[in-house]
């Protein structure tokens, strides 16, 4: 089992920044790579950035190319994301999720979730 609790979330204004933290636990030599992923009321979960924990490969989806970063540290307990020139579409619940596959975008590869948290962005 991989316990994951992520942190950081809140309401901030448009362009602000927010940096979300995931604490992972566990049986972390299972897991290849981590993930964040978003979903917004009356929508479907979104892939929003992957990293592997090996070589720190990254991957971001194309909505927040060049504004979110994903990060880890070495010890394979923190995963971060920080996100920078937040949108109103940017809002929704954002969850860390953790894979045994290297560097999927698919929600179906990630087989322990966090209980998510709440990002909100005023116009």
């Known amino acids: 089992q991989v316990q994951l609790v992520e942190s950081g979330g809140g309401l901030v204004q448009t362009g602000g920044s927010l940096r979300l933290s995931c604490a992972v636990s566990?049986?972390?030599?299972?897991?290849?790579?981590m993930g964040w992923f978003r979903q917004a009321p009356g929508k479907e979960r979104e892939f929003v950035a992957v990293?592997?924990?090996?070589?720190?490969?990254?991957s971001y989806a194309d909505s927040v190319k060049g504004r979110f970063t994903i990060s880890r540290d070495n010890g394979k307990t923190t995963v971060y994301l920080q996100m920078n020139g937040l949108k109103p579409e940017d809002t929704a619940v954002y969850y860390c999720?953790?894979?045994?596959?290297?560097?999927?975008?698919?929600?179906?590869?990630?087989?322990?979730w966090g209980q998510g948290t709440q990002v909100t962005v005023s116009s």
């Open positions: 566990g049986r972390t030599f299972s897991s290849r790579s």
């Open positions: 999720a953790a894979s045994s596959y290297a560097l999927s975008r698919s929600s179906y590869d990630f087989g322990y």
């Open positions: 990293i592997s924990w090996s070589s720190g490969t990254t």
